[in-house]
């Protein structure tokens, strides 16, 4: 039976002068291709991304190519489960948690400024510095799972999200994948 490894995927922040992390997301092509699927059996409804994630596939994917595993495309679906989840929490106060009866892999990230989907992913893949391959673990102290989620080999699809908190506390980023990454014993490729 596989696990999802639920502790490797915490929160990242972002403070005005960059990112501070709880250590417990240009020219190339936006990925907007697709087909019409459906369904969670590995459909989906593939587009364009929705507006203000116009970006989020090219700057995953190109961090995807560094280690040599396959583009994602958007979903549709996924975006709006992001969504969904987002908005909840920024109704709650924008207190970050993880929706851990998800069967999707996800991603969380706050600012306390107005962020855009570069530094975002930024965020998540600089969390790769604490990333050991060899011994498929974090650094002592560190956080790396937004990292490995985002590279994480047989994830084919991602839909993402932002909400505004209320009073313009910050923002939250959210982003859903599919088949989720971050299962015990299993390296992300």
């Known amino acids: 039976m596989r696990t999802w490894k639920a502790a490797f995927g915490a929160l990242l922040?972002?403070?005005?002068?960059?990112?501070?992390?709880?250590?417990?997301?240009?020219?190339?092509?936006?990925?907007?291709?697709g087909e019409d699927g459906g369904g969670s059996d590995g459909g989906g409804s593939y587009g364009g991304e929705t507006p203000g994630m116009e970006g989020m596939?090219?700057?995953?994917?190109?961090?995807?190519?560094?280690?040599?595993?396959?583009?994602?495309?958007?979903?549709?679906?996924?975006?709006?489960?992001?969504?969904?989840?987002?908005?909840?929490?920024?109704?709650?106060?924008?207190?970050?948690?993880?929706?851990?009866?998800?069967?999707?892999?996800e991603n969380l990230y706050w600012s306390s400024y107005e962020s855009n989907v570069q530094q975002v992913v930024d965020?998540?893949?600089?969390?790769?510095?604490?990333?050991?391959?060899?011994?498929?673990?974090?650094?002592?102290?560190?956080?790396?799972g937004h990292y490995t989620q985002l590279v994480w080999d047989s994830?084919?699809?991602?839909?993402?999200?932002?909400?505004v908190c209320p009073g313009n506390a910050g923002e939250i980023w959210m982003c859903d994948y599919d088949p989720p990454g971050n299962w015990v014993g299993e390296k992300p490729y």
């Open 57 to 105: 596939v090219a700057a995953h994917n190109a961090v995807r190519a560094t280690v040599g595993v396959p583009d994602l495309v958007w979903d549709d679906d996924l975006a709006a489960i992001a969504l969904e989840w987002a908005t909840g929490l920024a109704e709650s106060g924008c207190m970050m948690e993880h929706d851990y009866s998800s069967p999707f892999g």
């Open 155 to 163: 994830t084919e699809r991602v839909g993402c999200a932002m909400v």
């Open 123 to 144: 965020g998540w893949a600089s969390e790769g510095d604490f990333y050991d391959y060899d011994s498929n673990s974090c650094d002592s102290g560190q956080q790396c």
């Open 13 to 33: 922040l972002g403070a005005t002068s960059g990112c501070f992390e709880l250590k417990s997301d240009s020219g190339l092509d936006t990925g907007s291709e």
